[in-house]
Nanobody, 127 residues
Framework: VQLQASGGGLVQAGGSLRLSCAAS????????MGWFRQAPGKEREFVSA????????YYADSVKGRFTISRDNAKNTVSLQMNSLKSDDTAVYYC?????????????????????WGQGTQVTVSS
């Protein structure tokens, strides 16, 4: 699967942005999708993930209550609505995918657990 992230930009603290990730291929609904971010000088960190059906979602504590992940399997897209943005949210945001089968009760949160990555989109929050 190929991933293309978009929607980043410059926003003032307290503002909102919506990131989107478009996926190619006909098996999008078999992939869990995740959002990660990487700030300069820091390791890539988990932000949020959603299961292939959209039923299971999970958020990093730092974004819980402010960010919302969603997906549209008919359109092969996953989105991240980011509200109440803070300067600490400044980073390059990446969408990622991992194909999963069978039943499970939790999404994956480690970057190394995801096989496919988009190119990243810059989010800059000015204080």
């Amino acid at each position: 699967v190929q991933l293309q992230a978009s929607g980043g930009g410059l926003v003032q603290a307290g503002g909102s942005l919506r990131l989107s990730c478009a996926a190619s291929g006909r098996t999008f609904s078999s992939y869990d999708m995740g959002w990660f971010r990487q700030a300069p000088g820091k390791e890539r960190e988990f932000v949020s993930a959603i299961s292939r059906s959209g039923i299971i979602t999970y958020y990093a504590d730092s974004v819980k209550g402010r960010f919302t992940i969603s997906r549209d399997n008919a359109k092969n897209t996953v989105s991240l609505q980011m509200n109440s943005l803070k300067s600490d949210d400044t980073a390059v945001y990446y969408c990622a995918a991992v194909q999963r089968g069978g039943s499970y009760s939790a999404v994956l949160t480690g970057p190394r657990e995801y096989n496919y990555w988009g190119q990243g989109t810059q989010v800059t929050v000015s204080s």
